[in-house]
């Protein structure tokens, strides 16, 4: 987990490296299922991990965040986006939180 003071640089950074002078920051919370899975795309969007519970596993197109008992190697990335899918490894529901950094450009008719 990101703690929440270093994901919002990390965010401005990030933006930055990617070419955006623009962004927003939204604070997303996630309820997850028992044994239950949320798919989304975040495309021009950065989503940082900064809570997750015990059991639950973060896949997206940047890597994976496991925060369980695993065999192999863990990557343990905070950076998600793209394809983002959320499993809930555990028979009670979990919860998450991000930040979401969403990319403005010039033009995508948003209001800065």
């Known amino acids: 987990m990101m ?6 640089q990390y965010a ?3 933006a930055k490296e ?7 920051i939204v ?14 795309q975040g ?9 997750i519970d015990w059991g639950l596993m973060v896949k997206s197109d940047y890597g994976r965040y496991d925060n369980w008992y ?5 990557e343990n990335i905070h950076e998600h986006a793209d394809r ?5 490894t555990r028979k009670y529901q979990r919860k998450i939180r991000f930040l ?11 209001k800065t």
Do not use: C
Request: hydrophobic content about 40%; overall charge negative; glycine content about 4%.
């Open 3 to 8: 703690h929440e003071e270093f994901a919002l």
């Open 12 to 14: 401005e950074r990030r």
């Open 18 to 24: 990617k070419g955006y002078e623009s962004y927003r």
């Open 27 to 40: 604070y997303r919370e996630f309820i997850i299922p028992a044994m239950g899975m949320l798919k989304f």
């Open 43 to 51: 495309y021009n969007e950065i989503w940082l991990v900064t809570w």
């Open 70 to 74: 695993t065999k192999e190697i863990r």
């Open 84 to 88: 983002i899918e959320i499993i809930n």
């Open 100 to 110: 979401q950094v969403i990319l403005k450009t010039n033009d995508d008719g948003s």
